[in-house]
């Protein structure tokens, strides 16, 4: 549904329906009215600025008198705050941007909540990267267990591990459902699909033979190709610290390159830069 719209007899029972899962703000007003046109242009200026929090739906008094006397309407402007069906809140006359938001707020979902929403849809589509960013802005806005459990749930299909495994090691037993249990077990089986006999024999080499740096860095690639970039990079950071420009600086080189494909964003990649600029500077 449009976030503003003009409300006619033939779509009230639609709007009426939509207030059951989003807040509806009902403006009565008339173009013979100045504060009604004055109030009307607050009301869609901030409905466009809150980006469908609510849908504003406008009631032209003068073709839709029907509607009017139906809520009983007896002066103009009037505003009335529709949530599952029925009026909550409101106001007679006009009142400026401040005073509407915060009343408003009183009513409305958070930001971390719509976020939260629309990433959930993403997800059911199997769209997690656009559900990524939607996530992330809300566990920064509010750290709660349920954006933690969607969140872990896009790094699982995005094969980042390590964070999926962080977030879902902050879930409190309280919290631990039946979706965190799924999630463990599908993170347990990733976590075993990427320890595969190719890494463990890189692994064994590198322990018998932990100077050959060529060995390292294929060990490392092959980690980072499995989605274990906390053990890859941690593997090429240590000869790095006792020489930055080792193996002719191959090992540098691959070391930036894990943290590049990570992405600036990345949790893990941040620390490991961290890291790497004590090194360097």
């Known amino acids: 549904m449009q976030s503003i719209l003009e409300l006619t007899k033939e779509n009230i029972q639609q709007v009426v329906d939509a207030s059951m899962e989003k807040v509806v703000v009902m403006a009565f007003w008339a173009s013979q009215s100045p504060e009604s046109v004055s109030l009307m242009q607050t009301l869609e200026s901030i409905a466009q600025q809150q980006n469908g929090r609510f849908v504003l739906a406008k009631v032209n008094c003068e073709t839709e008198m029907e509607i009017a006397n139906y809520f009983q309407i007896q002066s103009l402007p009037t505003t009335l705050v529709l949530h599952e069906g029925k009026p909550v809140d409101g106001f007679a006359g006009v009142q400026d941007a401040a005073q509407i938001t915060e009343m408003l707020d009183k009513h409305l979902p958070a930001q971390w909540q719509l976020k939260l929403n629309q990433a959930r849809v993403f997800l059911a589509e199997n769209n997690a ?25 896009v790094y699982l299909s995005l094969g980042v591990l390590e964070d999926a495994q962080a977030l879902l090691d902050s879930v409190g037993l309280a919290d631990q459902d039946s979706y965190y249990q799924s999630l463990k077990a599908k993170l ?53 610290q006792k020489d930055i420009s080792a193996q002719d600086g191959k090992v540098k080189q691959s070391f930036l390159e894990i943290l590049t494909a990570l992405g600036q964003g990345n949790t893990l990649a941040n620390q490991y830069r961290r890291k790497l600029y004590t090194l360097l500077y």
């Not at 559900?131 to 349920?146: F, G, R, T, V, W």
Request: proline letters at 5%; zero cysteines; hydrophobic letters at 50%.
């Open 129 to 153: 990267i656009a559900a990524l960013p939607l996530l992330k802005d809300a566990y920064n806005e509010k750290q709660l267990a349920e954006i933690a459990l969607a969140l872990a749930d």
């Open 188 to 240: 347990a089986l990733a976590l075993d699909a990427a320890d595969t006999p190719e890494i463990r024999k890189l692994q064994q080499d590198v322990e018998n033979d932990p100077s050959n740096l060529e060995l390292v860095i294929e060990l490392a690639k092959a980690l980072h190709q499995a989605g274990r970039n906390d053990e890859a990079l941690e593997l090429l950071f240590a000869p790095l």
